[in-house]
């Protein structure tokens, strides 16, 4: 029996902000966020403030876009590292995409191309502008309102060409396939009407088949969103304040004219004129909390005296989970996983310690992770 706290991955040692094609085509297992808005609200800048100058042009067919993969600010990361003195770490990343030339409720009409490619990404991050002086929850609450309307629009009319397919199939096709094929019009029927009420196409009100049936359509109805209030300085405390006073799901506010006077300036310098401005932190840690947040993502950790990693793995998911996304070889080969909560590892200055303790626990396939577990998994070849 084997055992592995880390997984060989050269393809991921990079700089702190570094953008690869693999997440432009899809080819990495990395969270991706398609950051949408009017053409107005700022989407490439806030991709801007969040990478600097790490995002990369790149075409998609037709397409002009902005990308940048990029490391997830992880302080817990950081302290473990220097705990256990490994001399690499590997945190976690999303992959931020923004298109120049496309835009939701843009004047004219969408691009199909456009809008087939954001059915690609696993989250949403819709851009809201913030000027100085205006009423912030009813500036936030109509542009998401705005925002969300020109999305279902876009649903629905692919909805309405998947009924007429599967109404044709219900009423004509082989025998065999016409129960599955009146399911599948019940459930589109649902989500019409769902998305005509401007609800989301989600649990609990869908069940598991139910949502497997309309998954192969991409829907932004049923994608997680996470929101950026791109807010003119003056506006930033305002906006901070009334975060603070409302539980408005997962935002997060960022100035993009801000951080692009930072751009150049030394960490310190940058992080003292965001103090001043009244930002506790860079953009991308706030943002990429946001995104966690409505992806609802938690990290889990692994490493060894070489080197300490990061891992995104989603909420509610197991230890086989876990290990497959590590390497698809561990989870075909698991035998079991020791965890013990990495503030703990911190605390007692590795993983010794704990298992000389018995702090170090044993849990099978189906044990659930939490957010900080951090795992050493046990597999044969």
Not at 22 to 47: K, M, N, Q, S
Not at 154 to 175: F, N, Q, T, W, Y
Not at 204 to 224: I, T
Not at 344 to 370: F, H, K, T, W
Request: glycine fraction near 8%.
């Amino acid at each position: 029996m084997l055992s592995v706290t880390g997984a060989n991955r050269s393809a991921r040692r990079l700089p702190a902000r570094c953008p690869r094609a693999g997440a432009i085509l899809g080819e990495l297992p990395v969270l991706t966020v398609a950051i949408v808005g009017r053409f107005d609200a700022g989407c490439v800048d806030v991709l801007a403030a969040l990478a600097g100058p790490h995002a990369i042009v790149a075409s998609k067919g037709r397409l002009t876009m902005r990308v940048a993969t990029l490391h997830v600010p992880d302080p817990r990361l950081e302290r473990l590292s220097a705990v256990v003195r490994a001399p690499k770490s590997v945190p976690a990343e999303i992959a931020f995409w923004a298109f120049p030339h496309d835009a939701v409720g843009a004047a004219a009409a969408t691009a199909a191309e456009w809008v087939g490619h954001l059915r690609l990404a696993d989250v949403l991050l819709l851009v809201v502008p913030l000027a100085a002086g205006v009423d912030v929850g009813d500036t936030v609450a109509a542009s998401v309102r705005d925002l969300r309307t020109e999305l279902a629009l876009l649903d629905l009319a692919v909805i309405e060409s998947g009924l007429h397919r599967v109404e044709s199939k219900a009423a004509s096709g082989p025998r065999v396939e016409r129960r599955s094929a009146l399911a599948v019009e019940h459930t589109l029927e649902r989500v019409r009407r769902s998305l005509e009420a401007g609800e989301r196409v989600a649990t609990p009100a869908y069940s598991a088949a139910e949502l497997s049936d309309v998954r192969g359509f991409g829907l932004f109805a049923m994608k997680p969103a996470a929101v950026a209030l791109n807010c003119a300085e003056p506006a930033i405390r305002p906006a901070q304040a009334w975060l603070a006073a409302h539980s408005a799901g997962p935002m997060a506010v960022v100035s993009a004219s801000l951080e692009a006077e930072l751009m150049g300036l030394d960490s310190a310098d940058a992080a003292a004129f965001r103090a001043d401005a009244g930002l506790p932190d860079a953009a991308l840690a706030r943002v990429s909390g946001a995104v966690l947040g409505a992806a609802d993502r938690i990290r889990f950790y692994t490493g060894n005296e070489r080197q300490i990693t990061a891992w995104l793995l989603p909420r509610g998911a197991t230890a086989l989970d876990a290990a497959g996304t590590i390497h698809s070889d561990l989870a075909r080969g698991f035998v079991r996983v020791d965890v013990a909560p990495v503030d703990d590892v911190i605390a007692n200055g590795g993983l010794a310690p704990l298992r000389a303790s018995g702090r170090l626990r044993q849990e099978g396939r189906d044990s659930v992770i939490v957010d900080g577990d951090f795992l050493l998994v046990h597999f044969t070849r």
